[in-house]
Nanobody, 124 residues
């Protein structure tokens, strides 16, 4: 069982930056691929970024490429999402997830554990 807790969300102006963190419980964090997803009101949850267990491989949605960076620190059981050049359309609840599959899955069905989410609001 893996428990995930996100933090770092908030309100930011367009063009600004935020860094989300996701802390995981357990001793086997490095075997899981980790992903970030987001969900806006009335929309389906969508893939944002994923990183392999070792951190050597990453995958990004086209909408965030060049603006967002996913990273992880296996010694701290934490995955991060650095978000730069934020746009109003990035406004959503952001969720981290852990996958026993991999290496960098993009489909929600490939993830086994989910956090409760953190809200990101970007004002224009």
């Amino acid at each position: 069982q893996v428990q995930l807790v996100e933090s770092g969300g908030g309100l930011v102006q367009a063009g600004g930056s935020l860094r989300l963190s996701c802390a995981a419980s357990g001793r086997t964090f490095s075997i899981y691929a980790m992903g970030w997803f987001r969900q806006a009101p009335g929309k389906e949850r969508e893939f944002v970024a994923a990183i392999s267990g070792s951190g050597s491989s990453t995958n990004y949605a086209d909408s965030v490429k060049g603006r967002f960076t996913i990273s992880r620190d296996n010694a701290k059981n934490t995955v991060y999402l650095q978000m730069n050049s934020l746009k109003p359309e990035d406004t959503a609840g952001y969720y981290c997830a852990a996958s026993r599959g991999g290496p960098v899955p993009a489909a929600t069905r490939e993830y086994n554990y989910w956090g409760q989410g953190t809200q990101v609001t970007v004002s224009s």
